[in-house]
């Protein structure tokens, strides 16, 4: 059960991230022709708000994939003379920490709408967006990063109760130096 729910989260996880990656692919796309026009005297005007929307909206998406795919950051200096057990107790204590993170993260997204919604805020520029309009996504965003990091956390879970150490290893352990290289 928890392999499937691994496997169904990393397949999910990655189609977000090829819609994540076509929508940072299209805004590049935005500001280079803005670029160009800028050659010729006209633009678009507001690509760099627009961009930035963007990078927030996928940083919030993209957080879930690197997760499933081990991409955050630990250092592992005690963790690597552990034994199996020691390694999984490490791995579960440091996703418990993570996914609690992130949930108090998406917790306090709220508030931030909600006053967007309320007083129907725009942003200081020209384009005048509503904040809500940005601050939907990428409030979703951390809500899904929460949580994909408490089912993945539950998922290993269960492979450590199963003494299954390799397969908690490849959910919620640390990509070696040597394997990042390759």
């Not at 050659?39 to 760099?48: E, I, N, P, R, V």
Request: glycine content about 10%; some cysteine.
């Amino acid at each position: 059960m928890a392999e499937k729910m691994l496997d169904w989260l990393r397949r999910l996880n990655r189609g977000v991230a090829g819609v994540v990656g076509a929508g940072l692919l299209l805004i590049a796309g935005f500001v280079l022709i803005d670029i160009f026009l800028r050659q010729l005297g006209a633009s678009f005007g507001g690509t760099d708000e627009i961009s930035g929307y963007a990078m927030a909206i996928a940083t919030s998406w993209g957080m879930g994939y690197a997760l499933m795919e081990l991409g955050h950051v630990r250092i592992d200096l005690i963790r690597n003379r552990a034994g199996q057990m020691g390694r999984s107790l490490f791995d579960l204590f440091s996703m418990a920490v993570l996914a609690g993170t992130v949930t108090l993260i998406a917790w306090k997204c709220w508030p931030v709408l909600e006053r967007s919604l309320a007083n129907s805020s725009r942003a200081n520029t020209p384009l005048e967006t509503p904040l809500a309009w940005v601050q939907t996504p990428w409030m979703a965003g951390w809500i899904w990063f929460a949580v994909v990091s408490w089912l993945t956390f539950v998922a290993a879970i269960l492979l450590v109760v199963k003494r299954d150490f390799d397969g908690a290893e490849d959910a919620i352990g640390v990509v070696a130096e040597a394997e990042a290289l390759e």
